[in-house]
């Protein structure tokens, strides 16, 4: 990043427009005392790519404006509960068309925008074919190994369409390896990871991580009702979108 890029919107309630912004401290002992640090709402004025979501879809995803269904609102209150916090394992699953995709996508949003964590969304078959593509290069092994550190060291990883691929022993190897270094990231209160599935857990999961997903510390969430695609109209389309750069004025 430029000294040019260092610049931020006039209206910043944090720097007010300098990009730089010098915390508060009564102790003049404290290290921090009078260095300027990098302000947070800089990071709005870029899209990034290992976000997992494209920045044309970026319009659709202010969950502000969506229809107020009842999975929504589950969706929205459990999202907003793990975002808060910081940490969290959740399993969520139910029919096609109720919104997962749409409000996780949003979540990751939020995510970096809001709460400044650093997030990825990814479908379970995408980041399947780019681990299994480690061994396609010289490394092997240890590409491998450094593609899944990097999955497992995220702080807000989304996981789309879980079960989609798990006709292979491969498939299910990589992901109960993931899994298990996100589930003792959500212990240690130190990721947030989200796996969205048609699919009941047990129907498409190894008994161990169905014991983890059932966990009471954490969060299990079953949604019912009708496609939303069956009633959606363009003309209602088109108004749950907001300014294209909405996205850039959340959390201050």
Known sequence: MTMAQLTCRPDCPICHGDGFYAKPYKDINDPNFGKLF???NIEKRFWP???GIDRDEAPELNW????KTKSFKQMKALFDKLLMQGYGWAYVYGPPGVGKTRTAKAAVVRARYQYHIESKYTLHSSMLNYLRSSYDTDSGQTA???RLKE???????????VGRDRATQFGVSVLSDLLNVRYEGALRRKTITIMLSNFAPDAILDDYQ???VKDKRFDLLQLEGDSIRKHLTYEQASILEDEPDWWQKIGG
């Open 38 to 40: 990098v302000c947070p």
């Open 49 to 51: 790519q290992e976000f």
């Open 64 to 67: 502000d404006l969506f229809l």
């Open 144 to 146: 491998y190994e450094r």
């Open 151 to 161: 999955l497992s060291m995220i702080p807000c990883l989304v996981i789309d369409e």
């Open 210 to 212: 169905i014991d983890r």
